[in-house]
């Protein structure tokens, strides 16, 4: 009788595995492992035949291995690398039971961890003609942890391939950078650690949760309505795995909710290294309360731009939270740019770091005067503080400024005429550096508009600076953007029947580095820049 309910129960959990009734499973699993421990547990069963005795150990192992399988579908790890550990106890050598905690701990990045469970089951007699699918996991985890240790990613491939099929599996990665208080923002930031030139990667790091959609145009009714239920579903998923993974938990929790800024510690660093980190949590309750603070104010978009590259439609919108990044303040002269790759994002310098500089990126869109992107702070509830918002509260008192943007709201008026005018006044200003490529940032929609119109550059083209002089000055004040290199590669190649190179295009490819990084080659930073061209 004993037997055959042990068998029934053994029957019913394998057909709900392999009909993927996950949570059913697990529950005939757990009733399985039960009665296996307590049959076990009996002082009449030192007895048995020893057969009995190994048959019983043998439908537990295999029980706490196929529950872990089914746990780690549902992406609670937690739990699921506890039954791989137990599996073990009982069974050192079991295939299975390392294959999913291999599994496991290369899902949370732990390379070096899950290359051994592999390495271990190539050895087991189970594992016959599974060694090829050994020998794959294993390939994986050695290009991930070389990733993750030195940071060398390359995108070429997929970007030469017109971003087609799935994104490129990625490794987590933290450069030299460190949380420290922020003294200029306020609160905390992250910080470099040494110089860095544009391009450099800064960090790579994995969304807790996104959320993504394509939503109505702005303004139909629809819109809301569309917007709330991908920001409940986003919610939903952070909540999830919050209560699935201690770590992550713990790791959302480091964040601001906005209040008691100063109160927060400044978590280390190697707190945010997988491999650095426990194996295994205590769980905790998640706060709903605080994870709706933490993410109403951490929470970010994926830019436009990525979702024009990859050829999504234009509608599509997408939401996130990635923990690292989230200690990255806003400014508009930003230094740094984030490129989404999946779930993955990249962060890269997007002009050159001084150690112990804050590295930012602009959590809006700062090729745009003063008043604009002050309206646009208010909606993200601060007020920019940085170099260029004070350098251009003063010079936004000039009339002439004024004069221009007034001029630019109401449309009409000659666009080359009005870059001759800035740039004299930007003379007799005395304005140097910096300083100009600020000015010229807040109006580069004015100057696109004179650079990409042959007429207008026919009457004003000699009294002008050059497109890549205006490029590069932007570019040095508030870091590379798709639009400033667009418009000189556009220039580039126009004066190039034969696509050839040019000095323009040269120049653009100088300045692509600082927004696809040193992850793609020369060949591939050419191909991302044209198809932003024909993107836009």
């Avoid at 137990?86 to 599994?103: D, P």
């Avoid at 087991?124 to 090829?132: V, Y």
């Avoid at 000659?414 to 005018?421: E, H, I, S, T």
Wanted: glycine residues 8%; proline residues 2%; contains cysteine.
């Amino acid at each position: 009788m004993e037997e055959e309910m042990l068998q029934q129960l053994r029957s019913k959990a394998t057909e709900l595995l392999l009909r993927e009734e996950w949570i059913q499973a697990i529950n005939v699993y757990s009733q399985l492992i039960s009665l296996c421990q307590q049959n076990l547990s009996q002082p009449h069963r030192t007895s048995d035949p020893a057969d009995r005795l190994s048959k019983l150990h043998k439908s537990l192992y295999l029980a706490f291995s196929n529950r872990a399988d089914a746990r780690s579908r549902l992406r609670d790890f937690d739990v699921a690398i506890e039954d791989c550990e137990r599996a073990l106890e009982i069974e050192g050598t079991h295939y299975k039971a390392l294959l999913c905690k291999g599994k496991i701990l290369l899902n949370l990045n732990r390379y070096s961890d899950a290359s051994h469970c592999f390495q271990k089951a190539l050895f087991d007699n189970q594992s016959n003609g599974s060694s090829e699918t050994l020998q794959g996991y294993l390939d994986r985890c050695k290009k991930l942890e070389f990733q993750s240790k030195t940071g060398a990613f390359d995108l070429s491939e997929w970007v030469l391939n017109g971003f087609k099929g799935k994104s490129p599996e990625l490794a987590e990665f933290i450069g030299s950078v460190e949380i420290k208080r922020s003294e200029n923002i306020g609160g905390r930031g992250l910080f470099t650690t040494k110089n860095v030139e544009a391009g450099t990667l800064l960090f790579v790091t994995r969304a807790v949760a996104t959320g993504r959609g394509i939503l109505p145009e702005p303004g139909e009714d629809a819109d809301e309505s569309a917007r709330l239920v991908m920001w409940k579903d986003f919610i939903d998923k952070i909540v999830e795995a919050s209560m699935k993974c201690g770590r992550t938990y713990r790791l959302i929790c480091t964040l601001s909710s906005g209040e008691r800024e100063e109160d927060l510690g400044v978590p280390d660093i190697s707190l945010f290294r997988p491999e650095a980190g426990e194996l295994v949590f205590t769980k905790e309750k998640p706060d709903m309360g605080e994870i709706l603070s933490i993410l109403d104010l951490n929470s970010l978009t994926e830019d436009a731009i990525s979702a024009t590259v990859l050829g999504r439609n234009k509608e599509y919108s997408g939401v996130g939270l990635w923990i690292l990044a989230s200690f990255i303040n806003h400014s508009c002269n930003p230094n740094a740019r984030r490129l989404h790759v999946g779930d993955h994002m990249m962060v890269h310098a997007s002009r050159d770091i001084k150690a112990g500089e804050e590295i930012t990126f602009a959590y809006f869109d700062v090729l745009v005067p003063l008043r604009k992107r002050r309206e646009m702070s208010k909606t993200w509830g601060f007020q920019c503080n940085c170099k260029r918002c004070r350098f251009e509260e003063v010079f936004g008192c000039r009339e002439e400024l004024r004069e221009i943007e007034m001029v630019l709201e109401f449309g009409g008026s000659d666009k080359g005429a009005l870059v001759f005018k800035l740039e004299e006044w930007m003379k007799k200003w005395v304005a140097k550096g910096k300083e100009k490529g600020y000015l010229r940032a807040s109006f580069w929609a004015m100057y696109s508009e004179v650079f990409k119109s042959e007429k207008s550059m026919r009457r004003w083209g000699r009294r002008m600076p050059t497109i890549g002089a205006v490029a590069e000055s932007v570019a040095e004040a508030v870091g590379a953007d798709e639009r400033v290199v667009q418009t000189m590669a556009a220039e580039g190649l126009s004066k190039s029947s034969d696509g050839g190179s040019t000095a323009e295009m040269e120049r653009a490819m100088k300045l692509g580095r600082g927004i696809c990084s040193k992850a793609m080659k020369k060949q591939a930073t050419r191909a991302y820049i044209e198809l932003c061209l024909v993107q836009d």
